[in-house]
């Protein structure tokens, strides 16, 4: 079990106008998954490498358990670190692969079998230690991936971008093993991913970098309930933000006025709401008349787009609650109190 903390990280290349990221800080309980989320060219990458002992920080500091491993060489840090494009040995077979790292380590060969065994049926591949790579599927491949990563029990288990390339029921699957695995052998994890539902099935926590720069770093329901600011909000589909005001409780702007709830920030700002949170019809407070621009048929959901005065609301709704909805009709919604969140 390793605590991870990642402190004022920070890494500019050579020549580059600004850092690829930017003071980094980071706290990671032992035992924890968390995701670093970002788009293309934010710095997941580049914290990874500095992490796993392949790069060199500008400066800051990474500790596990409390001690610097920034002058340890990479073999010696305890990190295994599982690339997207899983590079196995085309020529080994899937138990050697699995075995290596134990080979490399001088461990007895009679050791390394029973160990190959035992994680070949952690990762439900037991008959398969004979075959080649090429001999396996895509989904397969990743799994001996984890295996070979996995065996040589590391302190901290990078992983790249670990359920894209699979279809949506290997997802599921994949996603079920690694969070099994990693629970039972209580490795401190860390995966990239750009990919925003990833983060949110796979994750305890999820931390968004945007540019370099740490957004938010929360147990993933939190991006949705109470995003840090208007980036956030958008990074995870937000599509509602009204200028306006918020004093005592309620909220103020070319909107009637709405009852925030108990923890909403007071003063200018923007108030945000989920599209999947409006409901339809009257209720006993936040109601509004609103106007239908159009509506989008997504096969489980429609999208609505609502205007109310100039404003316009985006809902997502069960397509059987609107059913016969045509755009210029007029509806009542209404907006949960605790749905709705205040930016700054
Ligand atoms: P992706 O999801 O595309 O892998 P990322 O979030 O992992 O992106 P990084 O690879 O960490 O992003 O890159 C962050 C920034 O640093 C980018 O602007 C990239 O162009 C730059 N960068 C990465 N590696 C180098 C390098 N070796 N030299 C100079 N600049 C680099």
């Known amino acids: ?94 138990a050697d692969n699995v075995g290596f790292g134990l080979k490399m380590r001088k461990v007895a060969k009679p050791e390394i079998d029973a ?23 895509g989904g397969q491949q990743q799994r001996v991936a984890l295996a070979r990563a996995l065996i040589v029990r590391p302190n901290v288990l990078l992983l790249d971008e670990p359920l894209s390339n699979l279809d949506a029921h290997l997802r599921f699957e994949m996603r079920d093993l690694i969070r099994a695995l990693q629970r039972d052998m209580g490795i401190t994890t860390i995966f990239v991913t750009h990919d925003q539902e990833e983060a949110v099935v796979l994750a305890d926590r999820v931390a968004l970098i945007l540019d370099g720069s740490l957004c938010q770093y929360a147990p993933a329901d939190v991006f949705y309930k109470r995003p840090a600011d208007e980036a956030v909000a958008r990074f995870f589909g ?58 989008i048929y997504l096969g489980t959901q429609t999208r609505l787009r609502l205007s109310s005065g100039d404003n316009v609301i985006e809902a997502v709704l069960s397509p059987d609650l609107v059913e016969g909805l045509q755009p210029g009709a007029d509806i009542e919604i209404n907006l949960p109190r605790q749905s709705l969140w205040v930016l700054e």
């Open 238 to 295: 937000g599509h509602n933000f009204i200028p306006g005001n918020s004093t005592a409780g309620t909220f103020h702007s070319t909107l009637p006025p709405l009852r925030l709830p108990d923890d909403a920030r007071t003063g200018s700002g923007k108030l945000t709401f989920r599209p999947e949170s409006v409901r339809i019809g009257a209720a006993p407070e936040n109601t509004l008349t609103t106007r239908v621009i159009d509506r």
């Open 1 to 94: 079990m390793t605590h991870v903390s990642i402190k004022s990280l920070t890494k500019t290349y050579p020549g580059a106008p600004k850092p690829a990221l930017d003071r980094l800080s980071l706290e990671i309980p032992s035992g924890d998954l968390t995701a670093l989320l970002g788009p293309s060219g934010c710095g997941k990458t580049t914290t990874m490498k500095m992490i796993a002992g392949l790069l060199d920080p500008t400066s800051g500091d990474v500790t596990f358990d409390g001690r610097s491993i920034l002058r340890d060489k990479p073999e010696k840090r305890g990190v295994v670190m599982v690339f997207q494009n899983h590079l196995l040995f085309p020529y080994m077979t899937v």
């Open 115 to 137: 160990r190959v065994a035992e994680m070949l049926a952690l990762v439900q591949l037991p008959d398969l230690g004979r075959r080649r790579p090429s001999e396996l599927s």
